[in-house]
T-cell receptor, first 111, second 114 residues
Framework: GNSVTQMEGPVTLSEEAFLTINCTYTATGYPSLFWYVQYPGEGLQLLLKATKADDKGSNKGFEATYRKETTSFHLEKGSVQVSDSAVYFCALIPSDYKLSFGAGTTVTVRA | NAGVTQTPKFRILKIGQSMTLQCTQDMNHNYMYWYRQDPGMGLKLIYYSVGAGITDKGEVPNGYNVSRSTTEDFPLRLELAAPSQTSVYFC?????????????FGPGTRLTVL
């Protein structure tokens, strides 16, 4: 079946530190890959996406590259801010269109 | 646009009680979804709908029912609440069912069953 495995948290960083959250997936066919972010007290928002191999999604300084050979979609940001504190979810949409989520990684950025 | 709205924000139920979680979207999306989010787990799909009058089961449908009488509304019904249904519930919608299409999420309903 389809599944997403992402790095366990929580992750605590200082401002301006480099952030990486690992995400690997298992899926049949050619899924699209997503990162969603959930700020405290809010619903999930799409952060970025990639729809085919070698695509790079980017938004708000975050980037992730769709790596088919390693079945990965790691999220990175070069210099985090306090406002980046949130829960980050890796997700995929496979050929049956049912979105599958990872467990989420809680990131806390300290000033 | 308000996007996807959900009511209530919080609710405490006793075992065996019933309730309906409301979800409304104003984006004229055909596709709507209900998920539950348990601590330390990703979201799991409960039910989804591809249009008014058409619904289908997701990964964890037991104990829930849905209906879709209009494009805008997709209520989720719990008939006999159980402690295992304590969770945060998210409604979402999308304009297409393709693999590339973003789902838009509501703010969630936090339900506790005691």
């Amino acid at each position: 079946g389809n599944s997403v495995t992402q790095m366990e948290g929580p992750v605590t960083l200082s401002e301006e530190a480099f952030l990486t959250i690992n995400c690997t997936y298992t899926a049949t066919g050619y899924p699209s890959l997503f990162w969603y972010v959930q700020y405290p007290g809010e619903g999930l928002q799409l952060l970025l996406k990639a729809t085919k191999a070698d695509d790079k999604g980017s938004n708000k300084g975050f980037e992730a590259t769709y790596r088919k050979e390693t079945t990965s979609f790691h999220l990175e940001k070069g210099s985090v801010q306090v406002s980046d504190s949130a829960v980050y979810f890796c997700a995929l949409i496979p050929s049956d269109y049912k979105l599958s989520f990872g467990a989420g990684t809680t990131v806390t950025v300290r000033a | 646009n308000a996007g996807v709205t959900q009511t209530p924000k919080f609710r405490i139920l006793k075992i065996g009680q019933s309730m309906t979680l409301q979800c409304t979207q104003d984006m004229n999306h055909n596709y709507m979804y209900w998920y539950r989010q348990d601590p330390g787990m990703g979201l799991k799909l409960i039910y989804y709908s591809v249009g008014a009058g058409i619904t289908d089961k997701g990964e964890v449908p037991n104990g829930y029912n849905v209906s879709r009488s209009t494009t805008e509304d997709f209520p989720l019904r719990l008939e006999l609440a159980a402690p295992s249904q304590t969770s945060v519930y998210f409604c979402a919608s999308s304009d297409q069912l393709g693999t590339t299409n973003e789902q838009f999420f509501g703010p969630g309903t936090r339900l506790t069953v005691l």
